[in-house]
RNA sequence: GCCUCAAUAGCUCAGACGGUUAGAGCGACGGACUGUUAAUCCGCAGGUCGUAGGUUCGAUUCCUACUUGAGGCGCCA
């Protein structure tokens, strides 16, 4: 006997008459007094359950299977043979069925084999991973990160793990949390009695980082096609569908590269990981069409073969305003796109996503590479119907005296990044990169509109149960 | 951080202008039937109506606070 898994059994892996092994949680159990009993079995590898024949000449048929409930865990063997009945290809005719574990009080375990909304699903996150909904997310999670590795790779990137913990306040995006060990009741002080970080761990005040990107962009400096992937934490309190306060994002680096290079590599990852998504993930995607939203398989699909739209910043204000539509929130040159304005561009007004190119200077963070106009610098977000950005990325400025101007002006002390300034003074070259919030992605992908159903534990403002 | 909504059975919800025994579907359990497959049919059990105060003869229902959850906005990925 050997042991296979569901994935692999209703693939023809296993030869037929053979006796195969399967290990997993039971779906269901339908009885049949024609003396059996069918139990479906899932373990994850796949969207399918297996179907186990059960008849009453098991030694544990009475004491045990008809007391199989959803989730009990077990070890069924026997010989796999083609289905007797409609609805699957092969089912496995058991010879022994071990249960390694029943559930306790099935009436009150958390999840039944109904439908459950998935606020109630977080709640238990740690048991939501047995719903069809969740184990589908996972999987799509699973190759999403794994298409973008295989795009990168493929392309000759490095992947460099960039440090977790920083110590730079300054990295622009958001709120940090502070990491420290100092004891928070009764800190030292210095002489002035404020609290002394001198003797925290580093020395220092140090934080969680809210982006690898500076630290990649040295890497890029040498290895010149590098990423970063690993989480990232934001403490904003942040309380939307679309924002976690410990999120994972994936910033590639380019040299030589402006905000062309750019968009071209951005839009040919998500081409590349789309695709893969189609063609390893059907049967998810199938469930996500049926049970979530009945687009996302065509909405997918004709992403791979249309290209992205590409449009400034300043055509993007100029179409919002020719449209007439009045929003709630300002428009006009100069002024940061709100959610609604971003939403009814890819959406009403394109139809599908949307690559915002060069944005006013003033609205974008220091460290993007000034046009010529002096008005506005290499920005692009991407932005995607139904989520809003998804991507947000820059050509870098490489000019040393422009970029010590603009971190001046922004109020930013360039000795505090002495670092990240030498890059511009020992061999400078143009580069580019952005950032992709992976569970933002993947909540397109699948059209699970929330990021908290995207990621196992989720890490949100007043919530770490889990 | 701001605004809005919600909290009644294991889950999803209904309900009572404040008044004896609070309902349904799903799930669980028991039975019937069946190579079944979100099976079907019948039956049974299951509730201090989020917590604490207040108004009232009487509150699960009205009021206040709190807690928790959700959605929208802002911040962004």
Redesign the pocket.
């Known amino acids: 006997m050997t042991v296979y898994s569901v994935k692999q059994l209703l693939a023809s892996v296993a030869p037929v008459e053979s006796e195969v092994t399967v290990k997993g949680w039971v779906r ?1 159990r ?5 003396g059996l009993s ?1 139990v ?1 079995i899932s373990d994850g590898s796949c969207f399918d359950t297996i ?1 186990v ?1 059960a008849e009453t000449n098991l030694t544990n048929y009475e004491s045990e299977i008809l007391s199989l ?2 989730d009990c865990a077990v070890i069924a063997t026997g010989k796999l043979v083609a ?6 290809k092969y ?1 496995i005719q058991a010879s022994k069925i071990e249960v390694t574990g029943f559930v306790e009080s ?3 375990y ?1 999840v ?6 998935v ?2 699903l ?2 238990h996150a740690h048991l939501r991973i047995r719903t069809n909904l969740m184990s589908s997310v996972m999987r799509v999670r699973n190759t999403v990160s794994m298409a973008i590795h295989d795009y990168l790779q493929t392309n000759g990137f490095n992947w460099v793990h960039t440090p977790l913990i920083t110590a730079s306040d300054c990295e622009g ?2 709120e940090l949390f502070k990491v420290t060990t100092l004891d928070l009741a009764n800190p030292p002080r210095d002489e002035k009695g404020k609290v002394d970080f001198k003797q925290d761990f580093f020395g220092r005040e140090s934080y969680l980082t809210v ?1 690898g990107q500076l630290n990649v962009e040295t890497y890029c400096m040498g290895l010149s096609k590098v990423y970063t992937f690993g989480p990232t934490f ?1 403490a ?9 306060a410990e ?1 994972w ?1 994936v910033e590639p680096e380019i040299a030589f590269a402006n905000l062309m290079d750019d968009a071209t590599l951005a839009q040919g990852m998500l081409k590349h990981v789309f695709k893969t998504v189609l063609n390893k993930n059907s049967d998810d995607m199938g469930f996500f069409a049926q049970f979530i939203d009945k687009n996302v398989v065509t909405r997918l699909e004709r992403m791979v073969n249309d290209d992205f739209e590409m449009i400034t910043y300043t055509d993007a204000m100029k179409r919002l305003e020719a449209s007439g539509k009045s929003f709630e ?1 300002p428009l006009y040159w100069g002024v ?1 796109m ?3 304005h971003e939403r009814f561009l890819c959406e009403e007004l394109v139809g599908k996503p949307t690559i915002v190119t060069n944005y006013p200077k003033d609205i974008k963070a220091f460290y993007m590479r000034q046009n010529d106009d002096g008005k506005t610098v290499a920005a692009m977000d991407i932005l995607a119907p139904g989520v ?5 990325g820059s050509q870098r400025e490489e000019r040393y005296d422009v970029l010590v101007a603009r971190m001046m002006e922004m109020g930013i002390e360039p000795e505090s990044l002495s670092w990240y300034l030498d890059l511009r003074r020992y061999g400078s070259a143009p580069h580019a990169g952005f ?3 992976l ?2 992605a993947v909540s397109y992908i699948t059209g699970v509109q ?3 159903d995207i990621i196992p534990f989720p890490r949100t403002p ?2 770490a149960t889990f």
């Not at 339908?30 to 024609?34: E, Y």
């Open positions: 269901n339908r009885d049949s007094k024609a069918f479906s179907q024949i409930t959803k289905s007797l009945g409609g609805g699957q089912e099935p009436d009150t958390p039944s084999p109904k439908r459950h909304t606020e109630y977080r709640e995006a958001g982006s934001r904003e309190n942040s309380n939307t569908t679309r924002h976690l999120f994002m929130n940061d709100a959610s609604e809003g950005e998804i991507i947000g950032g992709l919030g569970e933002r929330n990021v908290r007043k919530s």
